[in-house]
């Protein structure tokens, strides 16, 4: 059975920081493009980062460019989201997913139809 499991959320006051993780377990994550993806209440899911080889093959969501820090351990099949200078408007359940679909990853990383399989979502509050 193919899971992912994120961790690391919580409440953490304006300007702080959190590290969320994604470990994967039921099949080999290394080739696969990851991404996390967040929805808050009220809203659709959003796009907020994805990673494939690193380099120019990852990607973030226009708000959170130098802020947060997508990465990943292969050997560990986990993806890591080091989230710094949060602010109140980052309130959101984080999901992390996996897709096998590799050849239109440039095209359509921010689609979330794209991707295989989903985490069950962390918290992250973030106070004013």
């Known amino acids: 059975q193919v899971k992912l499991v994120e961790s690391g959320g919580g409440l953490v006051q304006a300007g702080g920081s959190l590290r969320l993780s994604c470990a994967g377990s039921?099949?080999?994550?290394?080739?696969?493009?990851m991404g996390w993806f967040r929805q808050a209440p009220g809203k659709e899911r959003e796009f907020v980062a994805a990673?494939?080889?690193?380099?120019?093959?990852?990607y973030y969501e226009e708000s959170v460019k130098g802020r947060f820090t997508i990465s990943r351990n292969n050997a560990r099949d986990t993806v890591y989201l080091q989230m710094n200078s949060l602010k109140p408007e980052d309130t959101a359940v984080y999901y992390c997913?996996?897709?096998?679909?590799?050849?239109?990853?440039?095209?359509?990383?921010?689609?979330?139809?794209?991707?295989?399989?989903w985490g069950q979502g962390t918290q992250v509050t973030v106070s004013s």
């Open positions: 039921g099949r080999t994550f290394t080739y696969d493009p």
């Open positions: 997913a996996s897709r096998g679909d590799v050849s239109s990853y440039a095209r359509d990383y921010a689609r979330d139809d794209k991707y295989d399989y």
């Open positions: 990673t494939y080889w690193g380099g120019s093959s990852t």
